[in-house]
């Protein structure tokens, strides 16, 4: 009997000094892991379509990271992006992982944006991948047009 109690204590223990944090939610300022070419998500309720060169989705709630486009550039190359992005809870980022695995933020938001942004992609040589990451109960809609590449669904 001492030894399941101490068992559980000890259980009990190590859950509070690693705070039983949801693995998910930290994956949120670890560019290590964005930069992997893994996806790791919690995802509920969603909608979304991807056609032509324009990506849709509407999350009810999302928590980790997912890939939602790719590029095998033959060279360096300037892409025109449209996006919108209206966050209704947590935060979220559109981030561009290049060849070598360095991570760039697109954009960082945990609000409504007013209009589109309309800005230029700079991809280089190689496997160019944009992932959503998304922190904690991130409820949001979002929308991105790039003529080049292919988008990926969520999940």
């Given at each position: 009997?001492?030894?399941?109690?101490?068992?559980?204590?000890?259980?009990?223990?190590?859950?509070?000094?690693?705070?039983?944090?949801?693995?998910?939610?930290?994956?949120?300022?670890?560019?290590?892991?964005?930069?992997?070419?893994?996806?790791?998500?919690?995802l509920n309720n969603y909608e979304q379509?991807?056609?032509?060169?324009?990506?849709?989705?509407?999350v009810e709630k999302m928590e980790g990271m997912d890939t939602i486009w790719v590029f095998d550039a033959e060279e360096?190359?300037?892409?025109?992006?449209?996006?919108?992005?209206?966050?209704?809870?947590?935060?979220?980022?559109?981030?561009?992982?290049n060849p070598k695995g360095d991570v760039s933020i697109i954009a960082e938001c945990d609000t409504e944006m007013s209009e589109p942004i309309?800005?230029?992609?700079?991809?280089?040589?190689?496997n160019n991948r944009i992932k959503i990451v998304a922190g904690e109960n991130t409820k949001f809609d979002f929308e991105i047009s790039i003529q080049e590449g292919e988008f990926k669904e969520l999940g």
């Open positions: 009997m001492k030894i399941k109690k101490m068992l559980g204590a000890g259980m009990i223990a190590v859950c509070l000094m690693t705070g039983c944090a949801n693995p998910m939610v930290a994956i949120y300022d670890n560019d290590i892991k964005i930069a992997s070419n893994t996806n790791s998500y919690n379509t991807a056609e032509d060169g324009h990506f849709t989705a509407s360096d190359k300037s892409l025109d992006i449209t996006y919108t992005i209206n966050v209704f809870s947590g935060k979220m980022k559109l981030v561009l992982i309309q800005s230029t992609l700079n991809v280089e040589s190689g």
